[in-house]
Nanobody, 115 residues
Framework: QVQLVESGGGKVQSGGSLRLSCAAS????????MGWYRQAPGKERELVAL???????DYADSVKDRFTISKNNAENTVYLQMNSLKPEDTAVYYC?????????WGQGTQVTISA
């Protein structure tokens, strides 16, 4: 099992930046995939970015070149640096982990971008 706790959400103006953090309750070295999903009001949850155990990354087309996912193995933390934010990035952002073929989710953190 793994517990995930997000932090770093908030409200910023369009064009601004935020950094989300996801603290895991166990070593991230043993977690196959970690990442971020988001869910906007009235929409389905969608992939934002993933990072593999070896550091490989994958991004949704809508956030490429604006968002960067990274992890700190020593701190058991995954980050999402979000730049050039747009109103359409407004959503609840969820940390995700896949461990031993099971999916785990954090409680979510709200990100609101004003025009």
């Amino acid at each position: 099992q793994v517990q995930l706790v997000e932090s770093g959400g908030g409200k910023v103006q369009s064009g601004g930046s935020l950094r989300l953090s996801c603290a895991a309750s166990r070593s991230v070295l043993n977690i196959n995939v970690m990442g971020w999903y988001r869910q906007a009001p009235g929409k389905e949850r969608e992939l934002v970015a993933l990072i593999g155990r070896g550091g490989s990354t994958d991004y949704a087309d809508s956030v490429k070149d604006r968002f960067t996912i990274s992890k700190n193995n020593a701190e058991n933390t995954v980050y999402l640096q979000m730049n050039s934010l747009k109103p359409e990035d407004t959503a609840v952002y969820y940390c995700y982990a896949r461990l031993y073929e099971l999916n785990y989710w954090g409680q979510g953190t709200q990100v609101t971008i004003s025009a």
